[in-house]
């Protein structure tokens, strides 16, 4: 006999706590298609999309998932899937389309403060929990020509937008995030370039623009704190657990060790700390000692912990001179991967949260740190890269991939883990960044050409296990 969501009922349920968060995770550019935003290229990535070669399937975001006009219809989808939390990002580019000008107040763009409010009174209608970023890796034009997170500017432009975005939504925000996957966002942009702005193997620009999130972090939390009491405020990390590639290589083993401290550690280490420190030999260059040190206002700047998990990554020594201590992520795959290459690895999800997030679990005070899963998803594409057939619909590898990730969060929960909620990526397919509208990510499926909706076999799962605030194992 098998049960409503497909998993045989004579095995174990696995309940989660009362209470616990089911939602699905969004971003403003990559589902909006801001008209404010497109029609003017108002940031750096409209603008990048229009550039030969860099997105792979030569598509935009100008139309993504229409949400900006369809965000009603979307909401009613996640009540039918019985979601109780939902994710989203503000537009910057569209909520701060100009500078600001010396000596004059500054003020948000009035018809995107519309749209926004329209749509987060719609969530809270239907009893969703808000969480809320104000950076998923989109900058005004104006900011980006200045040199964006690599100039100070940002610094003071970010606590700005914090502090007015404050004023304008903080009724309808119940979860603040300043930043989504600040060392992601440095990687793409100053290392692989992949990104605006396009920058290959610059690390000390990728450094310093780490260094101004963070400072900036910082004074975006005091300004929604001092405008939002009350509203707990966090930052997301990408975590991913490194894995040498051949175990028995130590130098495999060395660039493993760069790699998770770089990448994971080295930002929440900083909040923790209010000090970013950097590993050595990279401690003893002159400008990277520049970059480091204590930034004020930063320690503790983390109520929640938001973590977002995809995959393992298998880490690779590269012989060449000079040495690179960072290796190279193995083309090389041992599990089952998705389109975008990414291991199937639900025991990376446990580890993380057992293991490598136990230096954050405690606040200053003592307490015990909230955690939510803020992205966890898996992506599928198709031979024609707009359009698939109902075929794909039978989405059987998103299922398995969803359902032995939630198995491996409940055990990490059984063993301790304080983990309050779970947001899948993504409600909707979506534009996904440098790989265009290929991958498809969604719970729900766009047709692009007709902006048509269709519940995937997934989606229909998911309902049941929110429904039940559980699942089968």
Aim: proline share 5%.
């Amino acid at each position: 006999m098998r049960s409503s969501i497909g998993i045989l009922t004579d095995r174990r349920f696995l309940k989660f706590p009362d209470g616990f968060l089911w939602g699905a995770a969004t971003s403003h550019f990559q589902i909006e298609g801001h008209p404010h935003e497109m029609s003017n290229r108002s940031s750096d990535w409209s603008e990048w999309t229009t550039l030969d070669g860099k997105i792979s399937d030569a598509t935009t975001a100008d139309r993504a998932c229409d949400f900006y006009n369809r965000y009603s219809d979307d909401i009613e989808i996640c009540r039918k899937l019985n979601l109780n939390a939902f994710r989203l990002s503000l537009n910057w580019p569209a909520l701060c389309p100009e500078p600001p000008q010396d000596g004059k107040p500054y003020t948000l763009n009035a018809e995107s403060v519309a749209y926004y409010r329209g749509l987060l009174s719609g969530l809270k209608k239907e009893g969703i929990t808000t969480f809320v970023t104000l950076f998923h890796f989109t900058l005004p034009r104006w900011l980006s020509d200045a040199g964006g997170w690599t100039s100070p500017l940002s610094i003071t432009e970010f606590e700005r937008f914090a502090a007015l975005a404050a004023e304008a939504f903080g009724d309808l925000v119940d979860y603040w995030i300043t930043l989504n996957e600040p060392l992601a966002y440095a990687y793409q942009s100053f290392v692989t370039g992949a990104w605006p702005p396009g920058f290959r193997n610059d690390y000390l620009k990728a450094f310093q623009c780490i260094r101004y999130m963070l400072e900036a972090h910082g004074k975006a939390y005091a300004a929604l704190h001092k405008q939002t009491p009350g509203k707990p405020v966090s930052f997301t990390m990408h975590w991913r657990p490194f894995t040498p590639k051949h175990r028995w290589n130590p130098l495999d083993h060395m660039v493993r060790y760069y790699r998770d401290y770089v990448f994971n550690l080295m930002f929440p280490m900083a909040v923790q700390t209010g000090n970013l420190q950097f590993p050595y030999p990279l401690s003893t260059n002159a400008e990277v000692k520049k970059i480091s040190g204590e930034i004020p206002g930063l320690k503790g700047a983390m109520d929640w912990i938001a973590v977002n998990y995809y995959t393992r990554e298998l880490s690779e020594f590269t012989y060449k001179w000079p040495i690179d201590i960072f290796g190279t992520a193995s083309s090389e795959y041992e599990l089952e991967v998705n389109c975008m290459g990414w291991e199937h690895y639900p025991d990376g999800l446990y580890k993380t949260l057992i293991y490598d997030l136990s230096p954050f679990k405690y606040n200053s005070n003592g307490t015990l740190r909230p955690i939510v899963i803020t992205e966890n998803g898996f992506a599928t594409a198709f031979a024609h890269d707009l359009d698939e057939g109902d075929w794909s619909l039978a989405d059987d590898q998103r299922i398995n991939y969803l359902t032995t990730h939630l198995s491996a969060l409940h055990n990490a929960i059984e063993d301790g883990a304080n983990v309050k909620g779970y947001m899948y990526w993504s409600l909707l397919d979506n534009f996904e960044w440098a790989e265009g509208l290929r991958p498809r990510f969604g719970l729900v499926r766009v047709t692009y050409s007709t902006q048509e909706r269709t519940f995937r076999h997934s989606a229909s799962v998911y309902a049941e296990i929110a429904k039940h605030n559980g699942l089968h194992e």
